[in-house]
DNA sequence: CGTGAAAGGTCTAACTA
DNA sequence: TAGTTAGACCTTTCACG
């Protein structure tokens, strides 16, 4: 069976592995997925190519570095103050995702900080574009370091 | 200087590096932040035991694949729900991420999905466990690939 | 898609500041 | 303690079947 991008069954393995442990030699990828090297190296590169493999990220545990405090904010931003947020957006260091979401020009910015302090003042800054809406995180019962669930219904 | 768990600026430009490619060779990577290749090595091991690199994966574009729609679903799910929905929680598919937020037991899912029908199979399961609010993310504006900008301010 | 040889990376251990 | 060097081994790459 081909799926979108004429992606099958042994290119469905290998993104599996690869978003399990992206520095996995192709060698060992290629016992896994039962391939040669070279054949697995060639799917590789294809799905690279294509962008269905858009990189490869070292994970970083930012608690251990003093990064202890996430949260999300929800901007409701009027149309007038849209255009100027995208492009102050950038310049926000600790923002580290926005979404622009449906309903009524709503913003969600995930945010990681270091100290309340810092968080307080992010909230300031934002106040010219829109009313912010802070909820903080208490905990995450549920990351998903990969996307083999995902991959399995394909 | 010295920072948390005794991460210094080598470790910081080895985390860089591998935040935006985590396949640098080791001794690629050496070369990039003044080191031998053994001695680079020997860092990226500590800081995998230390658990600050928490693992390598491949970044998987879910659109390419099929997945063209991401939410964002606040469950507000009072005192008695909260323990038998996190037990749920894992079956469900979709959700890639849950978050318990701070303001009346609150939970944020971000979910991935392929079909608008697949989000309203997902959000009636989520009614006997509380009462979700859902938005469809229309675009994202900004997705730092990289912690890159945080570790900048170390 | 597999094979094989050349190029280059990795690993371990002994050595050095 | 932390980094370098050296040599054995392994992986990647590419032309060819």
Same mark, same amino acid.
């Given at each position: 069976?081909?799926?979108?991008? !004429?992606?099958?069954?042994?290119?469905?393995?290998?993104?599996?592995?690869?978003?399990?442990?992206?520095?996995? +030699?192709?060698?060992?990828?290629?016992?896994?997925?039962?391939?040669?090297?070279?054949?697995?190296?060639?799917? @590789?590169? &294809?799905?690279?190519?294509?962008? @269905?493999?858009?990189?490869?990220?070292?994970?970083?545990?930012?608690?251990?570095?003093?990064?202890?405090?996430?949260?999300?904010?929800?901007?409701?931003?009027?149309?007038?103050?849209?255009?100027? /947020?995208?492009? /102050?957006? +950038?310049?926000? #260091? +600790?923002? &580290?995702?926005?979404?622009?979401?449906? !309903?009524?020009?709503? /913003?969600?910015?995930?945010?990681?900080?270091?100290?309340?302090? &810092?968080? #307080?003042?992010?909230?300031?800054?934002?106040?010219?574009?829109?009313?912010?809406?802070?909820?903080? @995180?208490?905990?995450? +019962?549920?990351?998903?370091?990969?996307? @083999?669930?995902?991959?399995?219904?394909?």
């Amino acid at each position: 069976m081909t799926l979108a991008y !004429g992606i099958d069954l042994l290119d469905k393995k290998i993104l599996k592995e690869l978003a399990l442990d992206a520095r996995l +030699p192709f060698a060992e990828l290629g016992r896994r997925v039962g391939l040669s090297p070279s054949a697995t190296a060639e799917r @590789v590169r &294809q799905l690279e190519s294509l962008k @269905v493999i858009r990189g490869y990220r070292a994970e970083i545990n930012l608690e251990a570095l003093g990064y202890s405090i996430t949260a999300f904010v929800r901007l409701t931003c009027d149309g007038g103050r849209y255009r100027p /947020f995208l492009k /102050f957006l +950038p310049t926000l #260091e +600790p923002v &580290q995702e926005c979404h622009h979401l449906t !309903g009524g020009d709503a /913003f969600l910015l995930k945010v990681v900080l270091s100290s309340v302090a &810092q968080l #307080e003042d992010l909230i300031e800054r934002l106040l010219p574009y829109g009313s912010p809406t802070t909820s903080m @995180v208490l905990s995450t +019962p549920l990351e998903r370091k990969q996307v @083999v669930g995902l991959l399995n219904s394909l």
